[in-house]
């Protein structure tokens, strides 16, 4: 593992990430992990809305923190909750969920281990 220090405000947001309705700030945390773990500063992107697919994720651990606005899941067997700035929310693996809105000026920051991880479609 690396010594890693990222200043976000130099790193770019993508639009190519897990789902079309976010973008994407890498923290460099993979890089500096090899592969052990991925930190994002997610944000909403501008002019979509979130879609509510249901999958899950084969990963060893998610957290979700939101640090601005508001967004909310539905979670199999936990229903729906709306996480607000301040909410901080452990998706054990394999859980079902989906998102069902967000507001324009949502950002999250987001840990997931391991790094490179598996999303898949879930039926409704």
């Known amino acids: ?6 200043h976000a405000k ?5 639009h190519n990430g897990l789902r079309q ?3 994407y700030r890498d923290l460099g ?14 944000r909403a992107h501008e002019g979509t809305n979130a879609t509510g697919e249901w ?3 084969e990963i060893q651990m998610q957290l979700v ?3 601005k606005g508001w967004a909310i899941f539905e979670y199999e067997g936990h229903g729906q909750h709306k996480l607000e700035a301040g909410t901080c929310v452990h998706q ?3 859980i079902r969920h ?8 949502l950002e999250i920051l987001e840990i997931v281990l391991p790094g490179n991880f598996e999303t898949i479609a879930m039926p409704d």
């Open 10 to 14: 130099d790193a770019p947001f993508v």
């Open 92 to 94: 054990p693996p394999g």
């Open 1 to 6: 593992m690396k010594f890693s220090v990222q």
């Open 55 to 57: 999958h899950r994720h």
């Open 29 to 42: 945390i993979m890089e500096a992990t090899d592969g052990k773990a991925v930190m994002h500063l997610i």
């Open 65 to 67: 923190y939101v640090l």
């Open 98 to 105: 989906r998102e069902i809105a967000h507001s324009e000026d």
């Open 21 to 23: 309705y976010f973008d």
